[in-house]
């Protein structure tokens, strides 16, 4: 089973930023929480890693609270090319298989 | 190669056959996951392996379904006696491990197999 749950579904208008929220309520102390993105007929990529407070890279941020029961995936001023599935994971790439949950699908509308 | 290889890309077979799944992880990777996703699905973990120890098979839907490894190198996963419902991609992952790894995913493009 998933360790994660997450909104089925969002949409925006181009140029808003958009945050998805993920709740995993069982993270374990050696688990890292992972976001991918996937687009259609494509593998998932990477798009940002992070284990408490905040991270930010190129293209998103990633917020954590101090209980890390949740998080949450900020992309700024989003673009039609942002519309794709998005995937919070939670694991340590330990013993225990890392299990994507059902994702986010973020619609796009100009 | 830099990333993650599978092969074939597409594959149509009829009903009943068997099919062979290809995975070329990342050189020095000695994680490796396969992952089946249906049409407009999520991705359904299926089996890993990690490094030496006993592959987790613990999402395999069948005995139909079966994966191999080569030490830390090649897996095949293989289909016998396909069925419609086995339509999906087949989606392969390897990821780096040991001290400093957070178990960042590296996937490949997909096997996209049809069943007739």
């Known amino acids: 089973l998933a360790k994660t749950t997450q909104p089925i579904s969002m949409d925006s208008y181009e140029g808003q930023e958009v945050n998805i929220t993920c709740s995993h309520n069982n993270i374990a102390t050696n688990d890292y929480i992972t976001w991918y993105q996937q687009f259609p007929s494509q593998g998932p990529r990477f798009i940002i890693q992070?284990?408490?407070t905040k991270v930010t890279n190129e293209v998103a941020s990633l917020f954590i609270p101090a209980d890390r029961k949740s998080s949450t995936l900020s992309l700024p001023r989003v673009s039609l090319s942002d519309t794709a599935v998005y995937y919070c994971?939670?694991?340590?790439?330990?013993?225990?298989?890392?299990?994507f949950g059902k994702g986010t699908r973020l619609s796009v509308i100009a | 190669g830099a990333g993650v290889s599978q092969s074939p890309s597409n594959k149509v077979t009829e009903k009943g056959k068997d099919v062979e799944l290809r995975c070329d992880p990342i050189?020095?990777?000695?994680?490796l996951y396969w992952y089946r996703q249906r049409l407009g699905q999520g991705l359904e973990f299926l089996i890993y392996?990690?490094?030496?120890?006993?592959?987790?098979k613990s999402g395999l839907p069948s005995d139909r379904f079966s994966a191999e490894r080569t030490g830390e190198s090649v897996s095949t996963l293989t289909i016998q006696r396909t069925q419609q419902e086995d339509s999906a991609v087949y989606l392969c992952?390897?990821?780096?491990?040991?001290?400093?790894?957070?178990?960042?995913?590296?996937f490949g493009e997909g096997s996209r197999l049809t069943v007739l």
């Open positions: 992070g284990y408490k």
């Open positions: 392996f990690q490094g030496n120890s006993a592959p987790d």
């Open positions: 994971l939670v694991g340590d790439g330990g013993n225990t298989p890392l299990v």
């Open positions: 992952a390897s990821s780096p491990m040991g001290q400093g790894s957070t178990g960042e995913l590296f």
């Open positions: 050189s020095g990777h000695t994680a």
